[in-house]
């Protein structure tokens, strides 16, 4: 910005998206079928940095690309990324008009959406791709089968629609080693396939054009021979594996072993190197006290920033290729550390807050558990406002 040196900033190598990329789209093929892939990089591509990520995906070969909203999918555009773009929420029927112009696929499942994308359509002279979304456990945004067929045949109806697609989303296949709910989804979906696809057939349309697609990122690692005309997923693209429980069920099921390289890590400078005495109160609430002559070091970043504030007096940053902790309340724009093990020090040198640094490394997992959460929220939790910057590591 104005060519000055950012205080914090994300850099995202490219070329581990790429390679995630592309060990996922061979997945996608063991079973002898070319289904198209879509990656998603809603959520400011999970934090990495949507318009980079887009670019890296579409250079290693993925088809689509998978938003949360018309705004993530007008930037996109702007940007000058042209690869087809899925929106996985429900578009309102105000931003229909919108997601239309952008040629954004829309997943729908109410009246209202299909009348809007008809009318988007007719007025603007291009089709409105629509997806409809089926319930099958997660009980958020589909509609049960009966009405799912009600909303096709108004779909079919409806001059400018066009009916690509059919979807549904798993609820509890991340979180456990059971997978005999995800069993029964896929179950139900595959059933809700087939009668969309005769009701195609009845209406004289071309039952095998339709676009079925239910996966993520752990159904792909767990089947990656399960049948579908469309694979989607996340996380994995950015190296990271949904959950323990994923890999371990992965290992379970015998599959070969997949090398996912993590592509993000988080950096600031250190602001300012203080000497304070034993005893010294340290930051908002006084929250800790020195138990030795300390060395502090000041970060000019904080919870403004995505640094999440549970992590006052529990995370660590990497310095110098060593560990720092984080030492009283982390604060809006600043964090304090404890730099009396770090080594020599000095204003201006790099910190890394998640990422590697020389042989150790701070994971994205092991900041979610001091957390209490999952490492999809530390990411994506990374203020959009730090630059992004791409690098090639090539390791």
């Not at 071309?206 to 996380?235: C, E, K, Q, Y």
């Not at 550390?337 to 910190?351: C, F, I, K, S, Y």
Request: hydrophobic share 45%; proline share 5%.
């Amino acid at each position: 910005m104005n060519g000055l040196p950012p205080l914090c900033w994300v850099e995202t190598d490219c070329a581990a998206l790429e390679h995630n990329a592309k060990v996922l789209i061979r997945e996608s093929r063991r079973s002898g079928r070319t289904p198209r892939t879509c990656v998603m990089v809603k959520g400011n591509a999970y934090g990495h940095g949507r318009v980079l990520a887009a670019r890296a995906f579409v250079r290693a070969g993925v088809d689509w690309l998978g938003v949360a909203d018309v705004f993530e999918a007008i930037a996109l555009r702007e940007a000058g990324v042209e690869a087809p773009l899925y929106n996985v929420v429900l578009t309102p029927p105000e931003h229909v008009a919108a997601a239309v112009a952008t040629d954004l696929r829309m997943v729908t499942a109410d009246v209202a959406s299909i009348a809007a994308a008809g009318a988007a359509a007719r007025a603007q002279g291009r089709p409105a791709r629509l997806h409809l979304k089926l319930e099958t456990g997660t009980h958020r945004q589909g509609v049960g089968e009966a009405e799912l067929l009600a909303l096709a045949a108004r779909c079919l109806d409806e001059e400018g629609v066009v009916l690509e697609g059919i979807a549904s989303h798993y609820a509890d296949i991340e979180d456990t080693t059971d997978h005999a709910f995800a069993t029964a989804q896929r179950t139900a979906f595959d059933h809700g396939v087939a009668a969309l696809r005769s009701l195609l057939a009845a209406r004289d349309r071309d039952p095998s054009a339709l676009i079925a697609h239910t996966s993520n990122s752990a159904a792909l690692l767990l089947w990656p021979d399960h049948g579908a005309d469309l694979v989607r997923f996340g996380i994995a693209a950015y190296g990271l594996w949904p959950s323990k429980e994923t890999f371990l069920s992965a290992q379970q099921l015998g599959r070969r072993p997949i090398a996912l390289r993590p592509s993000l890590c988080w950096k600031t400078r250190v602001a300012q190197v203080k000497d304070v005495p034993v005893g010294a109160d340290v930051g908002y609430g006084r929250t800790f006290r020195t138990l030795r002559p300390t060395r502090l070091g000041v970060l000019p970043m904080g919870y403004a920033d995505g640094y999440d504030r549970g992590l006052s007096s529990r995370g660590q940053v990497l310095v110098g290729g060593r560990r720092a902790p984080v030492v009283g309340r982390v604060a809006m724009n600043l964090t304090t550390v404890d730099l009396t093990d770090a080594g020599p020090v000095q204003r201006g040198d790099e910190v890394v807050v998640l990422g590697r640094q020389g042989e150790e490394a701070i994971t994205a997992e092991s900041m979610a558990a001091a957390l209490g959460t999952i490492h999809y929220e530390v990411t994506t939790r990374i203020a959009e406002r730090l630059p992004r910057i791409a690098v090639e590591t090539g390791g």
